[in-house]
């Protein structure tokens, strides 16, 4: 999945866009509000963390200006103000969380995790399909108990797949969500990547709808 940084402190993003990397997110840096409004408002994100105090265009004022164009992507606000009054604003304002400066990495995933199952509209850490498991907080899908031995991309792949299960996934979307910015991302790469999957999972797991996209769902997601 795609996270989107907006963040002016080059070793905060840094550190920030490590983590992320590390935990089989694929992270893209904005280094000021201008940068970061643009990308935000072109891409197609999963989440963004957003800095409030920024140069040229300021976080708040970014959040405002995507919600006001029905961009519902998740957004957790980072910022060194830590106001009470700020906090308020940022949620008011669209945010769907909130972590001041300094941080420690850990509580940063673990809210990024939560934003993005509350926005899928999932409440807990597994997500559970047949006998098929999504394992968010240690980054695992296990089969019938069976942990499975998934690249970052086939694990980027079927994570969002079933975070969004019985919902048919664009194959554009699921693509924006996989792959980085910079990396190739036509039709056949992904098909490929969706038939290397097929081979690990459940036979039947991932359906193609000809013409509309990808979906599981809990009548086909049955492991034989």
Do not use: C
Request: aromatic share 6%; glycine share 8%.
């Amino acid at each position: 999945m795609r996270i989107l940084i907006v963040e002016d402190e080059a070793k905060v993003a840094e550190d920030v866009s490590a983590a992320l990397q590390s935990a089989g997110y694929v992270p893209d840096i904005a280094t000021d509000g201008e940068e970061g409004w643009f990308l935000g408002d072109t891409e197609d994100y999963s989440a963004v963390i957003l800095d409030l105090g920024l140069p040229i265009i300021d976080g708040l004022t970014i959040l405002k200006k995507w919600r006001s164009a029905g961009r519902t992507v998740p957004v957790l606000i980072l910022t060194a103000r830590g106001n009470w009054t700020e906090r308020v604003t940022g949620i008011d304002a669209g945010a769907d969380d909130y972590l001041a400066k300094p941080f420690q990495v850990e509580e940063l995933l673990a809210r990024l995790r939560a934003i993005l199952r509350r926005s899928a509209g999932h409440a807990v850490s597994e997500i559970v399909v047949g006998e098929t498991t999504l394992d968010t907080r240690q980054m695992r899908i296990i089969v019938d108990g069976r942990p499975l031995n998934l690249t970052p991309l086939e694990y980027r792949a079927a994570a969002y797949l079933m975070l969004h299960n019985g919902r048919v996934v664009p194959q554009h979307e699921l693509s924006d969500h996989v792959y980085g910015v910079d990396e190739l991302r036509d039709h056949n790469t992904l098909e490929v990547l969706i038939g290397r999957m097929r081979k690990k999972l459940p036979k039947d797991f991932i359906k193609t709808r000809r013409g509309f996209g990808y979906v599981i769902s809990e009548s086909d997601g049955v492991a034989t």
